[in-house]
């Protein structure tokens, strides 16, 4: 069984998303105690897909990330580097146009996309430099980013509680339910190593975006960002 390690070796992340693809919506679903689709519904509102409209889901996983888009009546491309995770989507819903592709060297053309939004991947990255700028070039003038990403809870005593809950409580959870619960190792470690909101926010500005800003969820667990690109 593959675990990443906080260097994010390419070929490292995806062979352990391959190894948790069958059982990662579930695996999901318990780790976090039903909050993902609360966060869900509230990217769908951030990105605000419109019929026709091309959107990017990049490290799409499984293309449960997508379904909210395509729903909306938006054509949506879920991407992603892992072949495991992909099967796994394009068995459920055969009808997405399921791509594989390296976040930091997207194969798509400049100025593609009305909406570009990530969900949980970007920490995964090796080069989140590289991944943000890919985003933005194919991104069309005007268009909009959203990034979904862990971060880091606001109030110091829930920070604490939470901090406890991620090294302590979700490794034995995750061996009863996933099919490689050392990822979630590796889950909890990448979550205090990513930035905080304002660290990232500064990095989608270095990237080319504007307008940056976020917002929390669930008390910072989770951070909404989202820029724009230029006309
Ligand atoms: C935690 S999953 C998120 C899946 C989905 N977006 C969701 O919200 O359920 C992270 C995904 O990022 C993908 N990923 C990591 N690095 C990547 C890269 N450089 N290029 C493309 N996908 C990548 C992994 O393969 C994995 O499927």
């Given at each position: 069984m593959t675990?990443?390690?906080?260097?994010?070796?390419?070929?490292?992340?995806?062979?352990?998303?391959?190894?948790?693809?069958?059982?990662?919506?579930?695996?999901?679903d318990v780790l976090s105690l039903g909050q993902d689709r609360r966060w869900r519904k509230e990217v769908a509102k951030a990105v605000d897909a419109r019929p026709a409209q091309k959107v990017l889901d990049l490290a799409a996983g499984t293309a449960t990330s997508s379904l909210p888009f395509a729903r909306?009546?938006?054509?949506?491309?879920?991407?992603?580097?892992?072949?495991?995770?992909?099967?796994?989507?394009?068995?459920?819903?055969?009808?997405?146009?399921?791509?594989?592709?390296?976040?930091?060297?997207l194969p798509f053309r400049d100025d593609t996309f009305d909406a570009v939004t990530i969900s949980f991947g970007l920490r995964n990255v090796q080069d989140t430099d590289a991944a943000l700028s890919e985003?933005?070039?194919?991104?069309?003038?005007g268009g909009r980013v959203v990034i979904c990403e862990f971060s880091h809870p606001t109030w110091a005593p829930f920070r604490t509680v939470y901090t406890e809950?991620?090294?302590?409580?979700?490794?034995?959870?995750?061996r009863s339910v996933s099919s490689n619960p050392d990822a979630y190792v590796y889950l909890a470690e990448s979550i205090r190593a990513w930035p905080d909101q304002p660290a990232l926010a500064e990095k989608l500005q270095k990237a080319g975006w504007s307008k940056?800003?976020?917002?929390?969820?669930?008390?910072?667990?989770?951070?909404?960002?989202?820029?724009?690109k230029q006309l």
């Open positions: 675990r990443a390690s906080l260097n994010k070796q390419p070929h490292e992340v995806a062979e352990m998303f391959d190894d948790v693809a069958e059982r990662y919506d579930l695996t999901n909306a009546g938006a054509y949506v491309v879920p991407c992603d580097f892992s072949l495991g995770m992909l099967q796994v989507g394009k068995k459920k819903h055969p009808w997405l146009p399921i791509t594989a592709g390296d976040a930091t060297r985003l933005y070039r194919v991104t069309k003038p809950y991620l090294m302590r409580a979700l490794p034995p959870v995750a940056v800003a976020w917002r929390n969820l669930t008390g910072g667990v989770v951070a909404l960002h989202r820029g724009f």
